[in-house]
């Protein structure tokens, strides 16, 4: 005779059972990215890809929750063929990692057949979200085959509407000449919708200047607070930091090919529809002169620091040596006059304001330690680039100032000492070293050093 005590077990193996066969959540597959590529082929699914970590919180979140969903499970299984990947280990996973970008996890990724990225999303999603992600993904799975007819040769006849089609239905799927009809698109619409800057963004960093020139303002007007308000403010943010992408690739491409209309024209764009402070600006000057006009960068470089960089420190840094800064300035400014006539560039210093306000003990140690960085690393490159007895210097006056407005650095200290030693003034280096190890921070200075260089 059956007894409740007797029936228990039975009923704990027919939960599990039922658990088990019923709920077993979704199945990701154990193949290689080549057979994941043939079986898709040959079961007609799209691959479903997991990137995670073993440190992520949300991945093993999404293992307990999302991916243990009957419904889930039930759709993911019959539709899709699921991988995980392990975007720390060395085969697989980070080669999936690498392949498809990714850096925040969970990222989860659709492709086909082919490898192609279909659509994806980050973070963590609820069932409903990643069902929903799932059916747009087939959806635009279905639209990628009208691609194959594009005429290419025939653009212009292409409406509006067509164009708009194209573009939507491939819309995170990137082929070749896709920017062309982009900028086709483009040139039939005035003003820019939100949706029309939704389909053709990912294109931006392609587009030739007078379209990055055009969706600029558009994604840059924003702070990121006010994104941040916006129902969709995902999308924002990817806009925004995809549009500075865009800039930054033609600048570095600029400087690269020693192109300066080319990198002149961006920065023109960068200075009307940008938030960018002109200091910024400066910087990417800096960096062009230095990497291709090393005339013109001991020019410019010394203009700012005389004219701009030292005069913004805090009231409460110690002054500079005014004689030295003086006689400096007298130089320079006849130096950078010269430079301005030259290449009749307007580079937006003459209009700035004076020493800025400091609210805060943390902005004062924040602009301290940006003055001391750049003039380290001027500094460090007139006493390597020039040797002429005027460049010289104003390497050691500048190596001399870092580690005034910022006393917190090693390298500050070390820089300024070196050029001493080489300068052949010894006894003036062993003092700038005595002063730093007399420093009541110095040990914890020097561990910082020893830990950076451990790694």
Known sequence: MLTTRSIVPYLHLLMFMTTHCLGQGVMFSESSWDEALQRAAQEQKLIFIDVYTDWCAPCKKMDQTTFASSKV????????????????????????????????????????????????????????????????????????????????????????????????????????????????????????????????????????????????????????????????????????????????????????????????????????????????????????????????YRTFATYLITEYIIPTRPAEVANADRVKYKLLHEEVSKDFAALAATVNVDFGIDSRSSTPTIDSLANIFTISRSIADQLYEISSDFYAFYDDESSRRKALFWASLAYQYYPYEIKYFDNHAYILENSGQLLKAQRVRKEMQALPWYQEMKLKVQLQQSY
Do not use: C
């Open 73 to 296: 499970s039930t759709y993911f299984n019959s539709a899709f063929l699921s991988l995980k990947a392990n975007a720390e280990d060395q085969s697989t996973g980070s080669f999936i990692a690498k392949r498809y970008d990714v850096s925040v996890y969970p990222t989860l990724l659709f492709v086909d057949n082919h490898g192609r990225l279909i659509t994806s999303a980050s973070g963590m999603q609820t069932e409903v979200e990643l069902l929903q992600l799932a059916q747009q993904a087939q959806s635009l799975l279905g639209n990628l085959s009208q691609l194959s007819d594009i005429q290419w040769d025939d653009l212009e006849s292409y409406t509006i509407e067509e164009l708009r089609h194209i573009l939507n239905a491939s819309i995170y799927h990137h082929f070749e000449g896709k920017e062309l009809l982009a900028m086709r698109y483009l040139d039939q619409i005035d003003p820019i919708s939100e949706e029309d800057l939704r389909i053709v963004i990912n294109e931006i960093s392609r587009m030739e200047l007078p379209y990055l020139k055009r969706l600029t303002p558009l994604t840059t007007s924003l702070s990121y607070g006010e994104m941040s308000l916006r129902r969709n403010a995902k999308e924002w943010f990817s806009w925004k930091q995809a549009t500075e992408t865009a800039i930054q690739q033609r600048i570095d491409g600029a400087i690269e090919n020693a192109n300066f209309d080319q990198f002149q024209a961006v920065i023109n764009i960068i200075r009307d529809n940008s938030p960018i402070k002109p200091k910024e600006i400066d910087r990417y000057y800096i960096k062009y002169y230095r990497r291709n006009d090393l005339n013109q």
